[in-house]
């Protein structure tokens, strides 16, 4: 069993399984919202609705802004929709609310305009962090925080994540679908109902003979074009780090590479040697490894730094084996996997957090620190 547990960042698993009631697994945990509001977050935000949450903090100065930004934006689009269409609710969760203060959260909310239906929330530290263990989204770092939307409709148990960075008609049209299903929903098979999707955890490795069985040594191409084999080629016996990409995206992926870029120069020769960088293409219809060569060119990419495509079939097995699977390309993961393969510790850090804080990571991993 790989997917035991992760040593950073970790997310509690919890099912909110179709047709399950949401009210058993979502505490009603007292909070205040931006005004100064008391409320119960399952029986007043939550219960017999359609949501969006996310989560933020008000000193956040790299995904929180975008999201702030969004709720706002999906915020605005929604209330454009024709009378009677489903009215969504809104809501941020601050993961600091020994610092986030009603207060703070109102002007923190003010800087993204007039925004009808959307909540800020914050509460003292144990009704948070009871809160985001059950949503999933629990991290002893703050900075390293989920950037997705985490959207539901209570009344019929669907609950899946969306990329932060999806655009405000992509989030409305994933909430009205979930306002719109219908009760059948709830009697799908578990493994194909539209579950809490919270990523698996990173593995931990516990040999090699295992680990080899489990990643199927799967064939992938680099950006030469070069065939290489995922597992024997490229993480037995290394310590690697991981992102998903893909060449044309607008959004988080400039950013991700833009943070590998500045960890490559921070490691210089250690790259290829003390550590491979690896950034596994999510559209490999589209990216060919002509494509990826350019992209990673143009990201200063050296030996030691692999983008990795090939059989569509073979790099969505890839991203199953890691947790980083998406239907979508534009839902990936902005989350960076960072893996000692010989001593089996995997850690996942936020890929938009400061490069030093992604290196001191790194030497962690390296260094098989697991305190």
Same mark, same amino acid.
């Given at each position: 069993?790989?997917?035991?547990?992760? /040593?950073?960042?970790? &997310?509690?698993?919890?099912?909110?399984?179709?047709?399950?009631?949401?009210?058993?697994? &979502?505490?009603?945990?007292?909070?205040?919202?931006?005004?100064?509001?008391?409320?119960?977050?399952?029986?007043?935000?939550?219960?017999?609705?359609?949501? %969006?949450?996310?989560?933020? /903090?008000?000193?956040?100065?790299?995904?929180?802004?975008?999201?702030?930004?969004?709720?706002?934006?999906?915020?605005? =689009?929604?209330?454009?929709?024709?009378?009677?269409?489903?009215?969504?609710?809104?809501?941020?969760?601050?993961?600091?609310?020994?610092?986030? +203060?009603?207060?703070?959260?109102?002007?923190?909310?003010?800087?993204? @305009?007039?925004?009808?239906?959307?909540?800020?929330? $914050?509460?003292?530290?144990? #009704?948070?962090?009871?809160?985001?263990? %059950?949503?999933?989204?629990? +991290?002893?770092?703050?900075?390293?925080?989920?950037? $997705? /939307?985490? *959207?539901?409709?209570?009344?019929?148990?669907?609950?899946?994540?969306?990329?932060?960075?999806?655009?405000?008609?992509?989030?409305?049209?994933?909430?009205?679908?979930?306002?719109?299903?219908?009760?059948? $929903?709830?009697?799908?098979?578990?493994?194909?109902?539209?579950?809490? !999707?919270?990523?698996?955890? %990173?593995?931990?490795?516990?040999?090699?003979?295992?680990?080899?069985? =489990?990643?199927?040594?799967? $064939?992938?191409?680099?950006?030469?074009?070069?065939?290489?084999?995922? =597992?024997?080629?490229?993480?037995?016996?290394?310590?690697?780090?991981?992102? +998903? &990409?893909?060449?044309?995206?607008? @959004?988080?992926?400039?950013?991700?590479?833009?943070?590998?870029?500045?960890?490559? %120069?921070?490691? @210089?020769?250690?790259?290829?040697?003390?550590?491979?960088? *690896?950034?596994?293409?999510?559209?490999?219809?589209?990216?060919?490894?002509?494509?990826?060569?350019?992209?990673?060119?143009?990201?200063?990419?050296?030996? @030691?730094?692999?983008?990795?495509?090939? !059989?569509?079939?073979?790099? #969505?097995?890839?991203?199953?084996?890691?947790?980083?699977?998406?239907?979508?390309?534009?839902?990936?993961?902005?989350? *960076?996997?960072?893996?000692? #393969?010989?001593?089996?510790?995997?850690?996942?850090?936020?890929?938009?957090?400061?490069?030093?804080?992604?290196?001191?990571? *790194? !030497?962690?991993?390296?260094?098989?620190?697991?305190?």
């Amino acid at each position: 069993m790989f997917f035991k547990r992760l /040593f950073f960042a970790c &997310i509690t698993s919890v099912a909110f399984l179709s047709g399950a009631r949401a009210a058993d697994a &979502i505490p009603d945990v007292v909070l205040q919202d931006q005004n100064g509001r008391t409320v119960k977050f399952y029986s007043d935000l939550v219960k017999g609705r359609v949501v %969006a949450v996310n989560f933020i /903090f008000t000193r956040c100065t790299t995904v929180c802004p975008q999201l702030g930004a969004s709720s706002a934006a999906l915020a605005r =689009y929604l209330a454009t929709l024709p009378s009677g269409a489903p009215s969504p609710q809104i809501i941020s969760i601050s993961i600091d609310p020994e610092t986030d +203060t009603p207060e703070r959260l109102r002007t923190w909310r003010e800087n993204f @305009g007039a925004a009808p239906g959307w909540t800020l929330l $914050t509460g003292s530290r144990h #009704e948070i962090d009871t809160l985001l263990n %059950a949503l999933q989204a629990y +991290t002893p770092d703050k900075n390293l925080h989920s950037s $997705t /939307f985490l *959207i539901g409709n209570d009344a019929t148990g669907e609950w899946k994540r969306v990329g932060g960075s999806a655009t405000p008609a992509k989030l409305a049209e994933a909430l009205q679908k979930l306002a719109t299903s219908s009760a059948a $929903t709830r009697e799908a098979p578990a493994e194909k109902s539209a579950a809490l !999707e919270a990523p698996p955890v %990173a593995p931990v490795i516990s040999s090699d003979t295992a680990a080899a069985r =489990y990643f199927a040594d799967t $064939t992938l191409i680099d950006q030469n074009g070069k065939q290489v084999h995922f =597992y024997s080629d490229l993480l037995k016996g290394k310590v690697v780090v991981i992102t +998903t &990409i893909f060449a044309d995206c607008g @959004g988080v992926c400039p950013l991700v590479i833009e943070r590998l870029a500045k960890v490559q %120069a921070k490691l @210089g020769d250690r790259v290829g040697r003390d550590v491979t960088l *690896i950034s596994i293409s999510v559209d490999p219809v589209n990216d060919t490894p002509e494509r990826l060569l350019a992209y990673s060119r143009h990201a200063g990419a050296k030996p @030691g730094w692999y983008f990795l495509t090939g !059989e569509k079939a073979n790099v #969505e097995l890839v991203l199953k084996k890691l947790g980083q699977y998406v239907a979508s390309r534009d839902d990936h993961s902005n989350l *960076i996997i960072i893996g000692n #393969e010989p001593t089996g510790l995997w850690k996942k850090a936020f890929a938009l957090a400061p490069s030093d804080q992604i290196i001191e990571i *790194i !030497e962690g991993v390296l260094k098989d620190d697991r305190t």
